[in-house]
């Protein structure tokens, strides 16, 4: 898939949708930069943080979901960014090519200030589009534990009939494995999400059972599990501060392997 993608003959745009909803754990952000390795003059990031800068400069209205994130949208941004090495070259600044406009773009989205969505995932979507936005929650979860150091996987099997969306496990020496439990919800009833729930809990090396869905959502969440003894310690997550902690983590751990602390043969 990723020669196909990186390398076949038909238009990028085809490419990049087939890649985008195949390639699992790969999202537009990873797309990109290794587009912009192979293809440096001829294609853009399209990381988080280009697209809060191309956002705050009211260039491009970047998509809000990975699933709207097409190839077409993702030339449009191409565009606008080698529109941008042009008028910087104007302006005298140094700009070789179109990785070096990210350079710039960074500068410009430490200026820019989260704007709130105030819409709830359940709101003015279809059933397939709250499928995909269920998916992207549930990776960006795994790949918060995995940045915070834990073994984190999706689609886990945590006790007799409870599958669950995600985990976080660690092995603590010869005491065994404990681990944190999360269950995404984007649409229908929250009694099947409750009691996998309470199934997980029986499970003595689960530490934490965590909730995730929109404010609408979770008051509901919140509401029926307090009627039940064994999710009394239920925690809540807001899918919002999902997105927003793993973009965090991903800038913090950014800037510090820059500082090249862990030599390359580790």
Request: glycine share 4%; hydrophobic share 40%.
């Amino acid at each position: 898939m990723l020669i196909d993608f990186l390398y076949g003959e038909q238009e990028l745009t085809v490419r990049w949708n087939k890649f985008l909803k195949s390639a699992k754990f790969f999202g537009p952000s990873y797309m990109s930069e290794l587009l912009v390795y192979i293809y440096p003059e001829k294609y853009a990031l399209a990381n988080n943080q280009v697209l809060k800068a191309l956002d705050y400069l009211e260039l491009v209205q970047p998509p809000k979901y990975n699933y709207q994130f097409n190839g077409k949208k993702y030339l449009e941004i191409c565009e606008v960014v080698k529109n941008l090495e042009i008028l910087l070259k104007e302006e005298n600044l140094p700009c070789e090519n179109m990785l070096a406009v990210n350079y710039y773009l960074w500068e410009v989205a430490n200026l820019y200030l989260d704007k709130q969505i105030d819409e709830n995932i359940s709101s003015d979507i279809t059933p397939k589009e709250q499928e995909f936005i269920h998916d992207e929650i549930i990776e960006k979860i795994v790949q918060i534990g995995s940045l915070l150091g834990f073994d984190a996987e999706a689609e886990v099997r945590v006790g007799k009939g409870a599958q669950v969306d995600a985990v976080w496990s660690v092995n603590i020496g010869n005491m065994g494995k404990i681990m944190y439990v999360f269950e995404v919800q984007t649409k229908g009833g929250i009694d099947s999400m409750l009691l996998n729930l309470q199934k997980a809990n029986n499970n003595k090396g689960v530490q934490a059972i965590v909730a995730v869905s929109d404010e609408k959502q979770l008051q509901k969440i919140k509401n029926e599990s307090e009627e039940i003894s064994t999710l009394k310690d239920l925690k809540l997550w807001d899918y919002r501060d999902v997105l927003n902690v793993y973009e965090s983590l991903n800038i913090a751990m950014t800037s510090i392997n820059k500082l090249g602390l862990v030599p390359e043969s580790f």
